[in-house]
């Protein structure tokens, strides 16, 4: 445990600072720690509260980005599918993707020749490849309006992205990296060879301050606003907000395929079954202004996504069938702003500032979650030379050791619910299915000896318990119900304002420890 400061007092030293608790921040404070350096982040919300809670939950290549060129980025991302897969395989596992053939957009050997790139240039093993289907006579083919007779089926990887955020944070944290929640950063400022770092506890509105010997600004779609508040940088952040927003409608089909469908203005979108009783469909792709955190969906992309699928569904989607949307804001690198924004590269770019021998200061732009672990190598690699030599682990651990609960083997996900409803049995299956996923292997300590529902103490609706409660604020930084019904799960969908409110009220009684445990 760190020794807290007033910013007039001694200050604790760390080697390396992270500003941001998205999936970014959290992927290097994990791989940094793991190396054997002392790292501190802080998170001015919740873990994954911004965009990394707002993606289309997909370890995926990128299909679309070989059309413009992207072959390292699309082959990085191709590589990480399995490697996610193997280290996490309780939150991420395969999915089985239709690509219906439109006459009047890409022509089938385009559309071929892309996905055969795609099964070969990024070290598959373990995923199914493409095949050709015919859709009437295919399961898949059955949702589609009769017009759509060819397709293409491939492979790509879900993953539940806020899940993916939170277990790097305490994977991290159980290695000794201090994680704050609820901490914002009031300035950063070079000072005596070292990073002096001011912060607030925004519960207690305590001020502090830390130094460090590195400083990595990995805020999102903030990191143009922390270089310019934060750390006195009046050069403008070479950075493009663009939104993208997702629709979830009632259940749409009940095989466990995806779609990826193509419009005339050449984006894509996906159609994908969702929580077990819904379909999310997204996303769009226009720039963004205003905070961030003020994103929302708008009428005319919820037209716009309804429409869209209403042109390859045999189903008409019409706004009244949406049930929740969501939204967030893609921080990219601005190399081109005359490029549209479905065409502005997704590709990770680091700037490492570090004049004349001072303190470092790497601002990350950009990246997609599925390149998060290589992101935080690529980042590591820049600022080694600036700190202290490394006394962990090598370069590369982060896909070979499993993140918390996911120490089973990659496709022995029935197996262990097996061997649980065998432990449980008093849990019913979707219960148990929903825990599993969310937790793995932990799902014990969370569950302990318990031998009935009611040894797990009240429950708030959608089967949450007062144990879940308890294990979530231990653990997980967990301190209000958005947290739990919209970041650590999406039970939100299930439960009733009246349950969110009981599970504030008991989360008030729920006494946090300053730091999660181990």
């Not at 069938?321 to 770019?349: C, F, H, I, K």
């Amino acid at each position: 445990m760190e020794t807290y400061a007033h910013p007039e007092s001694s200050a604790e030293t760390y080697d390396l600072a992270v500003i941001g608790g998205g999936i970014n921040g959290c992927g290097i404070a994990r791989d940094a720690v793991g190396r054997g350096w002392r790292v501190f982040l802080a998170e001015k919300n919740d873990l994954a509260s911004g965009t990394s809670s707002a993606s289309t939950k997909l370890i995926h290549g990128g299909l679309r980005y070989l059309e413009y060129y992207e072959f390292r980025l699309v082959r990085e991302a191709l590589m990480e599918r399995e490697v996610l897969w193997g280290v996490a395989p309780h939150i991420v596992w395969p999915l089985r993707f239709v690509l219906p053939y439109h006459k009047k957009l890409r022509p089938r050997w385009l559309l071929r020749l892309g996905l055969f790139l795609y099964d070969y240039i990024g070290g598959r093993k373990k995923l199914p490849p493409t095949r050709s289907v015919n859709l009437r006579r295919d399961v898949t083919g059955q949702p589609l309006k009769p017009d759509y007779v060819h397709a293409f089926e491939y492979s790509d990887c879900w993953v539940e992205d806020s899940r993916l955020v939170v277990l790097n944070a305490m994977d991290a944290a159980a290695r000794g990296a201090v994680i704050r929640t609820r901490t914002r950063c009031l300035e950063a400022v070079r000072e005596s060879g070292a990073w002096r770092v001011t912060l607030q506890d925004e519960a207690t509105g305590q001020t502090y301050a830390i130094r460090a010997r590195a400083l990595v600004n990995a805020a999102g779609p903030w990191v143009g606003d922390v270089g310019q508040s934060v750390l006195h940088n009046n050069t403008r952040a070479p950075v493009r907000l663009v939104q993208g927003s997702h629709i979830v409608v009632p259940k749409l089909y009940d095989h466990p395929g995806c779609y990826i469908f193509q419009n005339d203005d050449r984006r894509i979108f996906f159609v994908i079954p969702y929580e077990q009783d819904f379909t999310l469909i997204g996303t769009t792709d226009q720039d963004y202004k205003g905070d961030p955190a003020d994103v929302r969906a708008s009428t005319e992309e919820i037209a716009y996504l309804c429409r869209s699928a209403s042109d390859y569904l045999a189903k008409a989607i019409t706004p009244d069938m949406v049930v929740w949307t969501y939204s967030g804001v893609r921080p990219l690198y601005n190399e081109d702003s005359d490029t549209a924004a479905q065409a502005a590269t997704r590709d990770y770019v680091l700037k490492l500032d570090a004049p004349d021998g001072a303190p470092a200061l790497l601002s990350v732009y950009g990246g997609k979650i599925t390149t998060f672990r290589r992101l935080a190598e690529s980042a590591l690699a820049q600022l080694a030379p600036h700190l202290p030599p490394a006394t962990g682990k090598a370069a590369g651990w982060t896909g070979k050791e499993n993140l918390p609960g996911g120490d089973f083997p990659m496709q022995g996900f029935p197996a262990l619910k097996a061997e649980m409803a065998r432990r449980y049995p008093f849990l019913s299956d979707r219960h148990l299915h929903r825990l599993l996923r969310a937790y793995g292997t932990r799902v014990t300590i969370l569950l302990g000896d318990a031998a009935s529902m009611a040894d797990l103490g009240e429950t708030f609706g959608a089967d949450i318990t007062e144990a879940e409660l308890r294990y979530l604020v231990q653990y997980e930084w967990v301190r209000t119900s958005q947290d739990i019904l919209w970041r650590r799960s999406k039970l939100g969908l299930r439960i009733s304002t009246t349950d969110q409110a009981r599970i504030d009220d008991a989360l008030t009684e729920i006494v946090p420890a300053r730091e999660p445990a181990a």
